[in-house]
């Protein structure tokens, strides 16, 4: 079982940055895959970037490629979502989410635990 909690969010201008933080709590965060997705009101919850236990790897979807950084603290157990350049079209509710396997997966029906969600908001 692992329980998540998103923090970080808020209100931004655009260009503007923000730092969203996953902490994790439960056995064995290591071995978690963990993404980010984020909903904006009256669409479907995308997939915005991965990270996977077993390399590192990372994946991002391409709207956010070059201005978004995901990060992991094992030792923290811990992810973080770096976002730069931040425009109106990235406001949505932010969700982490844990999935237990090696990689990282596009699709929230793979993911086993989220946590409540983070309001941002970029202003024009």
């Not at 997939?47 to 070059?66: H, L, N, Q």
């Not at 990060?71 to 932010?94: G, H, I």
């Amino acid at each position: 079982q692992v329980h998540l909690v998103d923090t970080g969010g808020g209100l931004v201008q655009a260009g503007g940055s923000l730092r969203l933080s996953c902490a994790a709590s439960g056995r064995s965060f290591s071995v978690y895959s963990m993404g980010w997705f984020r909903q904006a009101p009256g669409k479907e919850r995308d997939f915005v970037v991965g990270i996977s236990w077993s390399d590192g790897r990372t994946s991002y979807a391409d709207s956010v490629k070059g201005r978004f950084t995901i990060s992991r603290d094992n030792s923290k157990n811990t992810v973080y979502l770096q976002m730069s350049s931040l425009k109106p079209e990235d406001t949505a509710v932010y969700y982490c989410a844990a999935r237990r396997g090696p990689y990282s997966s596009g699709s929230y029906r793979e993911y086993d635990y989220w946590g409540q969600g983070t309001q941002v908001t970029v202003s024009s």
